[in-house]
């Protein structure tokens, strides 16, 4: 519907009369950033026998983005076209916590820990925190997903950049390199002692086999090494494609003559090598780590260093950065170190600064990121074809949860998507998400995302099962209908209980609108705007005028209504659409007339 967007306004044009409501939910989904503060209608103009509107809304201004680390110059650019940007480069976690709750996005490098008290400290504000490179051991991704922060990195700009780091170190190594250059600098001139290794036709194991693995082994082919690699993840036919061998894990610490570490730092890699490990090793083998300094055991290549099992080491990355002023293992003479330079260098700095910043923006503007972390990564194209989906699950969550009166809770919910496409074309973790949202948002002060919505419910205890319902036809239309069920409950709309003893709602999407098709076993058709009167009667002449005219003696608008029936003049379930909420007093007068069983109002 949107025909033009700027940073504060966005306008849209719409042939029916537009509802602000869904308008600024399908935005809020759209961008978790886009608080409408205003909205105005133009006068309607006649299209035909249509009335057109036009909407302008007016948004929040523009969104702030704090930047703790150095980060290249255009993506500084990129990002100061869209947003304010605060770079405050040094910050105390004290002075990162208060300031957080200004921001709406938090730009970092390796150097700050964004922690659960970042996430607690910004209120609800922090939306997204890109992290301008790949390693994000630096930040809490629990805490940003139970805060429902969006977590994107730069995971291929500075892959070159850090193997190259790590072949120098490995040749500056086994040649002595900063050693001999310290010595010459010293006024000394120590040919025998600087004395190195040969690389060609040795060992080189790589741990690790993904984006900077490969293109480690790669360049120590190129330098003659004979290279073998470990990554119990690794596809066989990447490591066959570069003609590296996939070991066991003690098969490359025992075979080998150079061991370079690219694993990620996680709880399964914390200090993997360690005295254990170390014990596996060839005699003399050296050390390379430009992965994360936590994956070694310091203490314990100090002792295999000083036992000779390892004869060197170069090291990019230490447990505690910067390492400890008297650190043992940095002042070890057979240790090569630097300060964590793996992914500094020009080129790498100004690609990761773009990657981050194009993912931060497109965050902000309300994009799925292509490198989120913590969510679910749904191409455009799938997400906008998907989009009036998203609003029916939404809505069909909220219905569903209004209509529970009591019971054991809602701990149970079923969704079953009906569909003519096979299962794996068709991605339903967006729709899934929102129909949480929708079943939580109205009882809970939680604010539920496409990036905690999976969290949020586990937390509550809420278990959503899903189920496709194959169909014949054309696949043209991603679903055909959506269904929620919630179990083990009663409802404050008895018809609302299906034959199978849930509450049950049904959905679809017509003409690009959301419109609910069944309550119960009750078939309806109304358009899901506005609010829903939902109504039991005995089928008889005369009901709907009856209702109309107690709604229309308050200026409630009907948008819809339509009526739904086991068979002629038994009972009918009525589902009537109104844009505005009727007052207590017309609800009493609905409940009063007499074939009227019962009735309830739910607000979409
Ligand atoms: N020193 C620096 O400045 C830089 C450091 N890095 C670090 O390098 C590491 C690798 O980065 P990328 O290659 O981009 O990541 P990646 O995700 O492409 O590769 C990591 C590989 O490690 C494997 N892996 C996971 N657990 C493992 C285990 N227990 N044993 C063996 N392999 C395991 C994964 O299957 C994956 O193939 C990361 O820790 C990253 O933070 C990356 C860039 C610069
Ligand atoms: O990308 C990574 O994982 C890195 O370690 C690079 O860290 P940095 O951005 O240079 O602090």
Same mark, same amino acid.
């Given at each position: 519907?949107?025909?033009?967007?700027?940073?504060?306004?966005?306008?849209?044009?719409?042939?029916?009369?537009?509802s602000?409501?869904?308008?600024?939910?399908?935005?809020?989904?759209?961008?978790?950033?886009?608080?409408?503060?205003?909205?105005?209608?133009?006068?309607?103009?006649?299209?035909g026998?249509?009335?057109a509107?036009?909407?302008?809304?007016?948004?929040?201004?523009?969104?702030?983005?704090?930047?703790?680390?150095?980060?290249?110059?255009? $993506?500084?650019?990129l990002?100061?076209?869209f947003?304010?940007?605060?770079c405050?480069?040094?910050? *105390?976690? &004290?002075?990162?916590?208060?300031?957080?709750?200004?921001?709406?996005?938090l730009?970092?490098?390796?150097?700050?820990?964004?922690?659960?008290?970042?996430?607690?400290?910004?209120?609800?504000?922090?939306?997204?925190?890109?992290?301008a490179?790949?390693?994000?051991?630096?930040?809490?991704?629990?805490?940003?997903?139970? !805060?429902?922060?969006l977590?994107?990195?730069?995971?291929?700009?500075?892959?070159?950049?850090?193997? @190259? !780091?790590?072949?120098?170190?490995?040749?500056a190594?086994?040649?002595?390199?900063?050693?001999a250059?310290a010595?010459?600098?010293?006024?000394?001139?120590?040919?025998?002692?600087?004395?190195?290794?040969?690389?060609?036709?040795k060992?080189?194991?790589?741990?690790? #086999?993904?984006?900077?693995?490969?293109?480690?082994?790669?360049?120590a082919? $190129?330098?003659?090494?004979?290279?073998?690699a470990?990554?119990?993840y690794?596809?066989?036919?990447?490591a066959r494609?570069i003609?590296?061998?996939l070991?066991? #894990?003690? @098969?490359?610490?025992?075979?080998?003559?150079?061991?370079?570490?690219?694993?990620?730092?996680?709880?399964?890699?914390s200090?993997?090598?360690?005295?254990?490990?170390?014990?596996?090793?060839?005699?003399?083998?050296?050390?390379?780590?430009?992965?994360? $300094?936590?994956?070694?055991?310091?203490?314990?290549?100090?002792?295999?260093?000083?036992?000779?099992?390892?004869?060197q080491?170069a090291?990019?990355?230490?447990?505690?950065?910067?390492?400890?002023?008297?650190?043992?293992?940095v002042? !070890? @003479?057979?240790?090569?170190?630097t300060?964590?330079?793996?992914?500094?260098?020009?080129?790498?700095? +100004?690609?990761?600064?773009?990657?981050?910043? +194009?993912a931060?923006?497109?965050?902000?503007?309300g994009?799925?990121?292509?490198?989120?972390?913590?969510?679910?990564?749904?191409?455009?194209?799938?997400? *906008?074809?998907?989009?009036? #989906?998203?609003v029916?699950?939404?809505?069909?969550?909220?219905?569903?949860?209004?209509?529970?009166?009591?019971g054991?809770?809602?701990?149970?919910?079923k969704?079953?998507?009906?569909?003519?496409?096979?299962?794996d074309d068709?991605?339903?973790?967006?729709i899934?998400?929102?129909?949480?949202?929708g079943?939580?948002?109205?009882? *809970?002060?939680?604010f539920?995302?496409?990036?905690?919505?999976?969290?949020?419910?586990?937390?509550r205890?809420?278990?959503?099962?899903?189920?496709?319902i194959?169909?014949?036809?054309?696949?043209?239309?991603?679903?055909?209908?959506?269904?929620?069920?919630?179990?083990?409950? &009663?409802?404050?709309?008895?018809?609302?209980?299906?034959?199978?003893? @849930?509450?049950?709602?049904?959905?679809?999407?017509?003409?690009?609108?959301? !419109?609910?098709?069944?309550?119960?076993?009750?078939?309806?058709?109304?358009?899901? &705007?506005?609010?829903?009167?939902?109504?039991?009667q005995?089928?008889?002449?005369?009901?709907?005028?009856?209702?109309?005219?107690?709604?229309?003696?308050e200026?409630?608008?009907?948008? #819809?209504?339509s009526?739904?029936?086991?068979?002629?003049?038994?009972?009918?379930?009525?589902?009537?659409?109104?844009?505005?909420?009727? *007052?207590?007093e017309?609800?009493?007068?609905?409940?009063?007339?007499?074939?009227?069983?019962?009735?309830?109002?739910?607000?979409?």
């Amino acid at each position: 519907m949107a025909t033009a967007a700027s940073s504060n306004f966005l306008s849209a044009s719409s042939l029916k009369k537009p509802s602000y409501s869904s308008l600024a939910s399908s935005l809020s989904w759209r961008n978790p950033l886009s608080n409408v503060f205003s909205v105005s209608v133009a006068t309607p103009r006649r299209l035909g026998q249509r009335r057109a509107y036009f909407v302008v809304l007016a948004m929040d201004a523009k969104p702030t983005v704090l930047v703790t680390e150095k980060l290249g110059q255009a $993506g500084l650019d990129l990002l100061k076209g869209f947003a304010n940007v605060d770079c405050s480069y040094n910050l *105390s976690q &004290e002075e990162l916590c208060t300031k957080i709750s200004l921001c709406d996005a938090l730009i970092v490098r390796s150097a700050t820990k964004v922690t659960r008290e970042v996430f607690e400290s910004s209120g609800g504000r922090l939306k997204v925190v890109g992290r301008a490179g790949v390693g994000i051991d630096n930040v809490d991704l629990s805490a940003a997903t139970e !805060h429902g922060c969006l977590v994107v990195n730069a995971p291929t700009a500075n892959t070159v950049a850090a193997a @190259e !780091h790590g072949i120098s170190l490995l040749a500056a190594m086994a040649r002595n390199i900063a050693q001999a250059d310290a010595s010459v600098k010293a006024g000394k001139w120590e040919r025998s002692k600087y004395v190195g290794v040969s690389l060609v036709g040795k060992t080189l194991a790589v741990m690790g #086999f993904g984006k900077v693995g490969s293109e480690v082994a790669r360049r120590a082919k $190129g330098l003659g090494m004979h290279v073998i690699a470990h990554d119990p993840y690794a596809p066989a036919d990447r490591a066959r494609a570069i003609g590296v061998e996939l070991v066991s #894990f003690d @098969e490359a610490l025992s075979t080998s003559d150079f061991i370079s570490l690219h694993m990620p730092l996680t709880p399964a890699t914390s200090k993997i090598l360690n005295d254990e490990a170390f014990a596996k090793m060839k005699k003399g083998v050296r050390i390379i780590n430009v992965a994360r $300094g936590g994956v070694i055991d310091e203490e314990a290549i100090v002792r295999a260093l000083d036992a000779g099992i390892v004869a060197q080491a170069a090291l990019d990355v230490f447990t505690v950065e910067p390492p400890p002023k008297d650190s043992r293992l940095v002042h !070890h @003479e057979n240790v090569t170190v630097t300060p964590h330079l793996g992914a500094s260098t020009t080129e790498a700095q +100004e690609g990761v600064a773009i990657e981050v910043a +194009e993912a931060v923006v497109g965050a902000l503007k309300g994009e799925l990121a292509a490198t989120a972390v913590n969510a679910p990564m749904v191409p455009a194209e799938v997400l *906008s074809e998907l989009a009036p #989906f998203v609003v029916l699950a939404e809505k069909l969550g909220r219905l569903a949860v209004q209509l529970v009166a009591g019971g054991s809770g809602v701990k149970s919910v079923k969704v079953t998507y009906a569909s003519a496409r096979a299962p794996d074309d068709l991605d339903t973790r967006v729709i899934r998400a929102m129909i949480i949202k929708g079943l939580i948002e109205p009882i *809970s002060s939680v604010f539920v995302n496409l990036v905690n919505a999976d969290f949020t419910a586990k937390q509550r205890g809420l278990r959503i099962t899903e189920e496709r319902i194959l169909l014949d036809g054309s696949p043209e239309n991603p679903l055909e209908f959506v269904q929620v069920q919630i179990a083990n409950v &009663e409802s404050k709309f008895a018809s609302a209980i299906s034959e199978s003893g @849930e509450i049950k709602v049904e959905g679809k999407v017509k003409d690009g609108i959301p !419109h609910l098709t069944k309550v119960g076993s009750f078939e309806v058709d109304v358009s899901l &705007e506005g609010s829903l009167i939902l109504c039991r009667q005995v089928d008889q002449p005369g009901m709907i005028g009856k209702v109309g005219s107690v709604l229309g003696e308050e200026n409630v608008n009907v948008s #819809f209504m339509s009526v739904g029936r086991i068979a002629p003049r038994k009972q009918a379930v009525m589902a009537i659409g109104v844009d505005e909420e009727p *007052s207590k007093e017309s609800l009493k007068k609905i409940g009063e007339i007499p074939a009227v069983e019962e009735f309830v109002l739910l607000k979409l």
